[in-house]
């Protein structure tokens, strides 16, 4: 399984928007579970969002109502729009492909998001 990501990270003030996003080849993408996941200097790798092979979404409650998770199943791709980003949002974000028949889970190349003014 190979993920192909887009650079989409950087450095952004506060109140502004990025937008991740990563395509999958060598599996069956549909049969994917696919997330955003993404850890902070000193913290644990924690869960941003997910979605479903049938296209039902998840969301850390930090992230509730400003980042919107889709997946786009013609293109093989997993998108992650982040609106009114805060400093606490400041991690590498990491794509996550999950397979529902083998259960093997995969990483991609982890982004850097930094917010600050």
């Known amino acids: 399984l190979r993920f192909s990501c887009r650079p989409g990270g950087g450095l952004v003030q506060p109140g502004g928007s990025l937008r991740l996003s990563c395509a999958v080849s060598g599996t069956f993408f549909v049969l994917n579970n696919m997330g955003w996941y993404r850890q902070a200097p000193g913290k644990q790798r924690e869960l941003v969002a997910t979605?479903?092979?049938?296209?039902?979404?998840d969301y850390a409650d930090s992230v509730k109502g400003r980042f919107t998770i889709s997946r786009d199943n013609a293109n093989n791709a997993v998108n992650l729009q982040m609106d009114s980003l805060k400093p606490e949002d400041t991690a590498v974000y990491y794509c996550?492909?999950?397979?529902?028949?083998?259960?093997?889970?995969?990483w991609g190349k982890g982004t850097q998001v930094t917010v600050s003014s």
């Open positions: 979605v479903s092979t049938r296209g039902a979404t």
């Open positions: 996550n492909a999950y397979h529902l028949v083998t259960h093997t889970q995969n």
